[in-house]
């Protein structure tokens, strides 16, 4: 298995609600990633795990909430979100520091109405 | 800090055209050099990938050498296909001096491309 799946593919939520994006991968990869893509923009880096620990976090607002489960799964909770924190949300894996490549995910197309 | 420069676009070319994908970099430790690809209302694809100086990485036609003395990965492709039309991103991962660890990916702003038959 060499892909990462991303669940659901698309989302539309309201302002008041709690949802979750799910991210999942069997390669044994140690470290997983979420992104935020904005439309016509590169990725930008949200959150890091390795080896199930969140390492790195850039500074997100705590209406988003990321949880490692095992070293499978990776899920970003969502609460209270704006408008503008509609984009396409990619996970991604590596071994652990990523420097002979990652594998994205599809991604996950959120709508905040 | 680390970043990466690409021309951006949109790059419009005929079939069979020759291609060049102009990317430089900067970085503080020993860094990874990667191509991505996204295709409209999909994830990244990694393309090819470089992890030291001369080496070249290459797939699908597509070719990039990692040359350390001028900063740079630039993508090239022969002859292009319309099927190529898609967002080209370079991309770096950073190695520390010491220690290991997971950082992520640092972007280029990505280069639209498009073919036309």
């Known amino acids: 298995d060499t892909e990462v799946t991303q669940t659901p593919k698309h989302l539309v939520m309201g302002m008041t609600n709690k949802k979750s994006l799910k991210c999942e991968q069997h390669?044994?990869?140690?470290?997983m990633y979420w992104y935020k893509q904005k439309a016509k923009k590169p990725p930008e880096l949200m959150f890091v795990?390795?080896?199930?620990?969140?390492?790195i976090n850039e500074s997100v607002p705590s209406r988003f909430s990321p949880e490692c489960p095992n070293s499978s799964l990776l899920n970003l909770h969502l609460h209270a979100l704006q408008p503008e924190d509609s984009a396409l949300y990619l996970c991604?894996?590596?071994?652990?520091?990523?420097?002979?490549?990652?594998?994205f995910g599809s991604g996950t197309r959120l709508t905040v109405v | 800090g680390n970043s990466v420069t690409q021309m951006e676009g949109p790059v419009t070319l005929s079939e069979e055209a020759f291609l060049t994908i102009n990317c430089t970099y900067t970085?503080?430790?020993?860094?990874?050099l990667f191509w991505y690809v996204q295709y409209p209302g999909e994830g990244l694809q990694l393309l090819l990938k470089?992890?030291?100086?001369?080496d070249k990485g290459s797939n699908k036609g597509f070719e990039a050498t990692y040359r350390k003395e001028t900063t740079s990965f630039h993508l090239e492709k022969g002859s292009v296909q319309v099927s190529d039309s898609a967002v080209y991103f370079c991309?770096?991962?950073?190695?520390?001096?010491?220690?290991?660890?997971?950082?992520?990916?640092?972007f280029g702003k990505g280069t639209h491309l498009i073919i036309q038959p």
């Open positions: 991604a894996s590596s071994q652990d520091t990523g420097n002979y490549g990652y594998t």
């Open positions: 390669m044994g990869h140690r470290a």
């Open positions: 795990y390795s080896y199930e620990k969140l390492s």
């Open positions: 970085a503080t430790g020993y860094p990874s």
């Open positions: 470089a992890t030291k100086a001369d």
């Open positions: 991309a770096l991962s950073d190695r520390p001096y010491s220690g290991g660890g997971a950082d992520g990916l640092t």
